[in-house]
């Protein structure tokens, strides 16, 4: 699997900011480069660049393989919407493990079809299903839309199984940056429906909190490149409908806020030291712990946030995207060691 590295666009590049440019000296050594020409690639997301950012966003709309069959399909939503999700990897007649995806874009940007070209790689070194969600996007929609999109695709997808050769008892969830927000938004979703059993949440530098960077003070070189704290609250406050860090912000909103986390299935979280999110996701995986889910979690030393999109070849990318489709195969059964139901 080696990623998907972004289309060099320079009508969409930005100048780093003094903080970004200072902050480099933090990253890995082995990928400093990739970060580096990656800096202002990705602007930072405002009412007012709120267009530009998600042109900025089809810099990962890769190729799609060939080699890996993928279906459009149409299905209706709890609002009685269109929702369109990708089937990847179909194999009718089999009985293989799924993944549902919910994508990446801080909320308010980012596309399902972006994401194709990594899920037919996840799918076929996996030998599994994967379905990519077209949810709703803010500020068109808040959480209660997004949310109802991803619990539809999610129970489509168990209810409909045997249709893309998949285990309705096999289902895990994977989610980047908002998408890993989503994922964790899903999981709870789940265990509180009791609908549709998922073996694994893997979590990939999730956004999960926030009062990160609204309410919560940010450490000095955290934060600094890719996504900051400005497009942080301006994220959550589309998602939210409200202004992010208030008392009044719902608890079913934020997967940080959620009080009783017992029962969510066995969960992998990933994120770069240098990550806006490496505190939020720490604590979380504590919290998750301490509720006796099982949890593994891994820092990446000197990586900002979505440095495997980056820099994909790196050693440290490489042996990071083994870790995460390790956790994979020993929740679906294809490894000698499988992580333990979560207790009750």
């Known amino acids: 699997m080696t990623g998907t590295e972004p289309k060099k666009n320079s009508e969409v590049r930005q100048r780093p900011t003094e903080n970004e440019a200072d902050s480099l000296r933090l990253v890995q050594p082995e990928f400093r480069k990739e970060i580096a020409a990656s800096l202002g690639l990705v602007p930072r997301v405002s009412q007012a660049t709120l267009g530009e950012f998600r042109a900025a966003m089809e810099q990962w709309n890769a190729p799609i393989l060939e080699s890996v069959p993928v279906e459009r399909r149409v299905i209706l939503g709890a609002d009685h919407n269109d929702i369109t999700v990708y089937v990847i990897n179909a194999k009718p007649g089999t009985s293989r493990p799924a993944i549902l995806h919910t994508h990446g874009g801080g909320f308010v940007g980012g596309a399902a079809r972006f994401d194709i070209r990594i899920q037919q790689e996840i799918a076929a070194e996996l030998d599994c299903v994967s379905v990519t969600v077209e949810y709703r996007l803010a500020p068109e929609t808040t959480w209660r839309g997004s949310v109802a999109d991803n619990y539809a695709a999610l129970r489509w997808l168990h209810r409909n199984a045997a249709e893309f050769g998949a285990d309705a008892s096999r289902i895990a969830l994977l989610g980047e940056s908002a998408g890993g927000g989503h994922a964790a938004l899903l999981a709870i979703e789940a265990r509180n429906r009791r609908e549709v059993p998922i073996v694994l949440q893997c979590l990939i530098y999730p956004m999960l909190d926030d009062r990160t960077g609204s309410s919560r003070k940010v450490p000095p070189g955290i934060g600094t490149m890719i996504w900051g704290a400005a497009s942080n609250r301006f994220g959550w406050g589309a998602f939210l409908g409200m202004p992010p860090g208030g008392p009044d912000v719902p608890p079913a909103a934020v997967p940080a806020r959620v009080i009783n986390l017992a029962g969510l299935p066995p969960t992998f979280i990933g994120v770069g030291a240098l990550d806006l999110f490496v505190e ?35 050693p440290i990318t490489r042996h990071f995207n083994k870790l995460k489709l390790d956790a994979f195969r020993r929740a679906f059964g294809n490894s000698d060691e499988r992580l333990p139901a979560p207790m009750r």
Do not use: C, K, W
Not at 290 to 310: K, N
């Open 280 to 314: 939020e996701d720490l604590v979380y995986a504590q919290r998750l712990i301490s509720a006796g889910v099982p949890t593994e979690m891994h820092v990446v030393l000197g990586a900002p946030h979505g440095f495997d999109g980056f820099a994909p070849d790196a």
